[in-house]
């Protein structure tokens, strides 16, 4: 009772009053549930990757809403899990999980679809999103440089071949007018959603800092609209409880564009609160910590119904890697055929041939950062196989394995020597089903390939 006394004083006097009148805002729960700081842990587990002997959801619980999401009994130390730097899961929040269901939900044939993820640092929606656009294109896009790279690193580690790293601001997206069929906007916010996360978010909320974020994210979403197809489906999200950037978004985005409300069913055990905007009746769904088995959360979906003039989109032009090159690159891996490889400066990539015309539209208007899968690059008569290879979920049956227990892995990944006795030559790291890296073995020595901005520094 003491310490619910002292944690309701530090939730911010301005923020109960400003939501006290929110569709499913129970004061007395949410601060008993803020008082009480239970710490929620929840992964989604990668269906690309062999998941089968998957340690960390062992006793977990699944979240009802997403097939791959799972509650874990205990928070573990994921630094010290190779299967957590092999990509085989991603530790995301749970309600954010709830997307899985809305695409279940909105996108009836979901084949071959463009997907843009337009605030997509550190990358939970991403990866959500290429698990279930399977042959789809997902371009995930970060403004920010610094958060673009861990960006980068995740979806590496993920090793889905259909994605694309941009790192551009919203209003360069003008330029693919009509281009995507579905764009997600999981807007930066106010941030009250992860107070019982956050401590720092408590102290930096403010109602002017609301008014603020409302202002961007119209920005934002009024510059990345016209890049939407006549019926594509907009979906946005916010971790904030605040009205204004939440339904009245849902009001203006009905009000100034020509937007249809989709109304997402769901089962009413969640926990989830369903609320409608003012105006226009624009459905939203909200997550409370003190109804549901996560933080707080708000998400809508629109539809586009405005007509789409065609289009035609400035392209860059792709190099193809030379004959040779790709006879070196063949006697090392098999490619599958249904792959296009492409240059990027010296490395070769591989991206699904389906989406090769369309990286050129991106490439004419964005910064790649990242396209597909690096697969490596050509030195004299060599491949140099590259980690976002290994990383991957291609087929490397034809690469010599090097099977490491648990200490070593972790060695690998410290980019610390290790001693083994195996072929010469590339090898693949592995510590169980997990791919890991690369190893090249010398007569000599062996040296360890890992990526030395990604190695783990904790003892
Ligand atoms: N979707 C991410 C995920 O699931 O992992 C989380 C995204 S976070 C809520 C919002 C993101 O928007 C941040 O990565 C932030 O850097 C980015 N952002 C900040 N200002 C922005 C702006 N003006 N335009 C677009 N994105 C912005």
């Not at 015309?357 to 590259?386: F, R, T």
Request: proline share 4%; hydrophobic share 40%; glycine share 4%.
């Amino acid at each position: 009772m003491y310490s619910l006394l002292i944690f309701a004083a530090v939730l911010p006097v301005t923020f109960i009053q400003s939501i006290q009148s929110v569709k499913g805002f129970q004061k007395e729960a949410f601060e008993a549930v803020h008082a009480a700081e239970k710490q929620l842990t929840s992964v989604r587990i990668n269906p690309s990757k062999n998941v089968s002997s998957l340690d960390i959801i062992n006793n977990a619980s699944q979240v009802y809403w997403c097939e791959h999401g799972f509650y874990l009994p205990l928070r573990p130390s994921f630094t010290f899990d190779p299967q957590f730097h092999a990509g085989m899961y991603y530790v995301q929040e749970a309600s954010s999980m709830f997307l899985w269901h809305v695409l279940n939900q909105t996108v009836t044939n979901p084949t071959q679809k463009k997907v843009l993820d337009l605030c997509a640092a550190p990358g939970g929606k991403t990866t959500l999103l290429s698990s279930f656009f399977t042959d789809g294109l997902i371009v995930s896009n970060e403004v920010i440089k610094s958060r673009a790279n861990i960006l980068v690193e995740n979806v590496t580690k993920w090793g889905s071949e259909n994605i694309v790293v941009t790192n551009n601001d919203p209003s360069h997206f003008k330029s693919l007018e009509n281009f995507f069929d579905v764009i997600v906007i999981d807007a930066p916010c106010s941030g009250s959603g992860m107070f019982r996360k956050d401590k720092n978010a408590i102290k930096e909320w403010s109602l002017d800092n609301v008014v603020l974020c409302s202002q961007r994210q119209q920005r934002i979403v009024a510059d990345v609209l016209p890049a939407l197809k006549e019926d594509g489906v907009l979906i946005y999200s916010t971790c904030s409880y605040s009205k204004e950037e939440n339904e009245d978004m849902v009001d203006w985005l009905m009000t100034t564009f020509e937007l249809e409300t989709v109304c997402i069913p769901f089962d009413a055990s969640w926990g989830i609160v369903e609320s409608e905007s003012e105006q226009n009746r624009g459905f939203g769904y909200r997550f409370y910590p003190d109804q549901v088995e996560g933080e707080g959360f708000f998400i809508a979906v629109l539809k586009k119904t405005k007509p789409s003039p065609e289009k035609k989109y400035k392209e860059q032009a792709i190099a193809l890697p030379v004959k040779n090159d790709l006879q070196i690159l063949q006697s090392f891996i098999t490619i599958p055929e249904h792959f296009s490889l492409f240059k990027h400066d010296t490395q070769i990539r591989m991206l699904h041939q389906l989406w090769l015309q369309d990286l050129k539209i991106i490439a004419g208007s964005l910064y790649i950062k990242k396209a597909g899968i690096c697969v490596g690059e050509i030195k004299g008569k060599d491949v140099v196989p590259h980690h976002e290879l290994a990383l991957s979920t291609l087929d490397l049956k034809d690469s010599p394995v090097i099977s490491l227990d648990k200490d070593d892995a972790l060695q690998y990944l410290r980019k610390n020597d290790i001693i083994v006795d195996t072929s010469n030559g590339w090898n693949i790291v592995k510590y169980g089903a997990a791919r890991l890296g690369w190893m090249k073995v010398m007569p000599n020595r062996m040296n360890n390939y890992y990526p030395a901005e990604w190695k783990i520094l904790k003892q």
